[in-house]
């Protein structure tokens, strides 16, 4: 938690004199009204079942490194059991449920979400360290949203596919990352289960608690046994799970790396595949743009959720003209972020994910250091214990430097310069990644210029980081392939004829 | 004495041109009979590298073409089939086809550029849309090529084959290398020779004849290929392609046309088809006074 006094003496003299400097009373969210079970089982058939394996491991608060519960570890045998059960369940019951009749199962999922949502928002920031402010206002409430926008779907299909057949894939395994891990479940589950799939879901090593959640929300909504299954594990649970021979449909959010592997183990199968990857998101800002907005915009595009964004805004291309006011701008407004306890409701950033997170921005932050960009980093008090990393940011970076190319998924963003809307687009675009893109510009012909020109899957104009269940979302190139959200996200579930 | 016929030499077609294998190689290239019809050229990695260069720089262009463009040009290829109609015959006759199967091809091949070209500005409409977002924005998807797009073309039917599955890439924009019929080459040649009197823009369309076991591999690994569509890989080597796409997360496609495909209209003809070598974009702004 920082307080005010802290706010001030982090300040570099002569840095960021002119920003206003608030003072904040602590303001903790409360966590007694929330269960965490000592141990979770594996949700397999609808019940809570001890895992083949006999192995948990613990998951804990990355903010205080206090362990909070332990979850089972999902074996190959394990993976089997929770396929069978979707196969069965898809087989036997939910192919035979009608459309109407299931989208009632998944709005009431998305009203129980509702009902519990500051409970599964302040797990969500317990077990992922993200601030309260977010998972209460953004992953809960947009989680709820999902379910609600996809059980629409469920006896519409057809109107989404003109002149043509639809039917359900059969069995979805889906891979989720730590990032979003409720939002991520809904981002998956819905359609799915829209289109009329059973699913297994397995969710991040470090964030399995709210999935464990929402598998007691399935339950409460009395869904047929078996037609979502939720099992916790590592990356050896993900690869079996996709390697099974009797799974339809593999999708995945998480690392251009292991979407690759995924790919790969998938080809000759007759498994669907969709990746949503990594990204390395531009965020361009014209001389024209307004900049006080904008750097509001640079700093929710990268600061976002401690920057543990696949669509993060982390490579700021600025037009030279104004790079001193935005610079200047950005000192100031980055320095007055409350970096602390994500339980407190005054928290701009909270606590990094894990300490190989942390571990892996550290390295690219040294590299960025080693090859002579200049960091910008205000005065932080940082807490003892838990996983913390100050907002940070790199003037002088070349187009070359590994903190321009890779992705840092941390609070870390890279300033870059350009003249003209071409030399903005050449350098954007070049990037194995195609996720997101923002623009700042007054002039709307250029904002609908810069948009088509873009080679990424979502473009913000003069806004970023805004999410809706309506609106498609995925990658270009190596962010990968396939959409979530709106009518194009039923496509990964479904198969024409 | 009779005169003596003016055979012609079987070339590639990259970047609007017909130039030989830089590898000079060749391979013959026979009738069901066993006859020797021609020597085709045997393509190679440094070809397929060309060509892969040349619809690299030909995407922007082409894709940037307004809809009606680009719709018109794929009717002007329908156009001056019709008008070569005879000699697209001959080349599936040549290579083993009755007159009237050989006819019935053609026909068809003309009429899939027909149905295609009529698409160019309407699958964005069909598959677009605008989206009601909970908050004060603007928000719309519209699809876009994918970018560069390698073909591997069906051995049979030599030509609807590839045109089934050339058309449907180019219309949304793409541009594409692809690899012919290996033991029928020579039509999809002939046809090159339609595209460069069709105001298909050089880059557009690359035709590389040759051995399928020598070039897909190499199509596969292209890093500036972003799609690949293996429908004319053999069932045996898909696996391995697949595996090799994954290096750049390319997207893959194989169309299975089954016993009836190519001439089973709902099969073979889709918007589907375009929208498999589409990348979807959504783009988000404020709304206020």
Not at chain 1, 308 to 313: M, Y
Not at chain 1, 379 to 401: E, I, K, Y
Not at chain 2, 212 to 233: C, F, Q, R, S, Y
Request: aromatic content about 8%; charged content about 20%.
């Amino acid at each position: 938690m920082t307080t005010a006094l802290e706010t001030k003496e982090r300040l570099q003299p002569g840095t960021a004199s002119s920003a206003i400097l608030w003072e904040y009373a602590p303001s903790i969210e409360a966590v007694d009204h929330v269960k965490i079970a000592p141990r979770y089982n594996l949700f397999i058939g609808g019940k809570f079942v001890e895992p083949h394996s006999k192995k948990w491991f613990a998951t804990i608060n990355p903010a205080t490194e206090e362990t909070l519960s332990e979850v089972a570890e999902a074996d190959a045998q394990d993976v089997d059991r929770a396929v069978r059960e979707a196969r069965r369940a898809y087989e036997k019951v939910w192919r035979k449920v009608a459309p109407s009749e299931r989208a009632k199962y998944i709005y009431r999922i998305a009203r129980l979400i509702q009902e519990k949502s500051r409970a599964l928002a302040v797990v969500e920031t317990m077990n992922g360290g993200k601030s309260i402010k977010e998972s209460r206002d953004i992953d809960i409430p947009l989680a709820a949203a999902h379910f609600f926008y996809y059980a629409g779907w469920a006896d519409k299909l057809e109107y989404a596919f003109p002149n043509r057949n639809v039917s359900p894939l059969g069995v979805a395994g889906q891979i989720i990352p730590w990032n979003f891990p409720m939002l991520m479940a809904a981002w998956k589950i819905a359609p799915a289960l829209a289109a009329g799939n059973t699913v297994i879901l397995k969710p991040a090593e470090t964030t399995p608690l709210t999935a464990l959640m929402l598998a007691e929300i399935i339950q409460e909504a009395e869904l047929p046994p078996g037609v979502v299954n939720i099992i916790t594990g590592a990356g050896a649970t993900g690869a079996a799970l996709v390697a099974h021979p009797d799974v339809d449909k593999i999708a995945f959010t998480g690392s251009t790396e292991v979407g690759k592997r995924i790919q790969r183990s998938v080809a000759g199968t007759k498994k669907k595949l969709t990746l949503e990857l990594g990204g390395k998101a531009p965020n361009i800002v014209f001389e024209d743009a307004p900049l006080d907005q904008a750097v509001e915009g640079i700093i929710n595009g990268i600061y976002f959720n401690q920057g543990h964004v696949c669509c993060a805004g982390s490579r700021l291309f600025v037009q030279e003209s104004v790079i001193e006011p935005v610079i200047r701008k950005l000192r100031e407004r980055v320095s007055t972020l409350r970096v602390g306890n994500p339980l407190d409701k005054n928290t701009d950033i909270g606590a990094i994910n894990s300490r190989a997170q942390l571990e892996k921005i550290q390295e690219l932050v040294d590299s960025g250091l080693e090859e002579g960009a200049e960091m910008f980093q205000p005065v932080c008090n940082l807490p003892t214990r838990g996983f913390w990393f100050a907002p940070t940011f790199f003037t002088g970076v070349s187009q070359s430097s590994r903190i321009a190319q890779e992705e840092i998924f941390g609070p870390v963003l890279s300033v870059l310069t350009f003249r003209t809307a071409e030399e903005a687009l050449e350098k954007a675009n070049n990037t194995p990644y195609g996720l997101s893109a923002g623009v700042w510009t007054e002039k709307g012909s250029r904002i609908l210029k810069m948009a088509q020109k873009l080679r990424a899957g979502v473009v913000w104009a003069n806004t970023y980081n805004k999410f809706d269940p309506t609106s498609p979302f995925g990658g270009y190139k190596e962010s990968g392939f396939g959409r979530e959200g709106g009518m194009h996200g039923l496509g990964a579930y479904v198969t024409l004829s | 004495m009779t005169r003596l016929n003016v055979r012609k030499t079987y070339k590639l077609y990259i970047n609007g041109e017909f130039p030989r294998t830089e590898s000079g190689r060749s391979y013959p290239v026979k009738s069901k009979g066993g006859d020797l019809l021609a020597n085709a050229s045997r393509g190679s990695r440094k070809d397929l590298r060309n060509a892969v260069q040349a619809a690299r720089k030909a995407q922007s262009g082409w894709g940037g073409k307004t809809a009606y463009n680009r719709g018109q040009i794929l009717y002007r290829i329908a156009e001056v089939c019709e008008a070569r109609a005879g000699e697209l015959v001959d080349e599936l006759r040549g290579a083993g086809s009755s007159a009237a199967e050989a006819r019935k091809e053609i026909d068809r091949m003309i009429d899939r550029w027909v149905y295609y070209a009529g698409w160019s500005d309407k699958y964005p409409q069909v598959f677009g849309s605008v989206n009601p977002v909970a908050g004060p924005y603007y928000n719309f998807t519209v699809p876009e090529p994918t970018g560069v797009v390698g073909v591997v073309a069906p051995e049979e039917p030599a030509l609807l084959g590839l045109v089934s599955r050339l058309a449907p890439v180019i219309v949304g924009g793409n541009t594409v290398v692809a690899i012919t019929s290996e033991s029928r080459p020579l039509p999809a040649i002939t046809l090159a020779e339609v595209f460069a009197n069709s105001d298909v823009p050089g880059g557009v369309i690359n035709l590389i004849s040759g051995l399928k076991n020598e070039l897909v591999p190499w199509l596969a690994a292209h890093m500036d290929v972003n799609a690949i569509d293996a429908t004319g890989v053999a069932a045996e080597n898909i696996a391995a392609v697949q595996q090799t796409a994954a290096e750049n997360v390319k997207r893959f496609i194989h169309f299975d046309a089954g016993e009836i495909g190519w001439t089973d209209e709902r099969r073979s003809q889709s918007p589907y088809a375009i929208f498999e070598f589409q990348e979807m974009k959504t783009v988000w702004h404020p709304m206020g006074m």
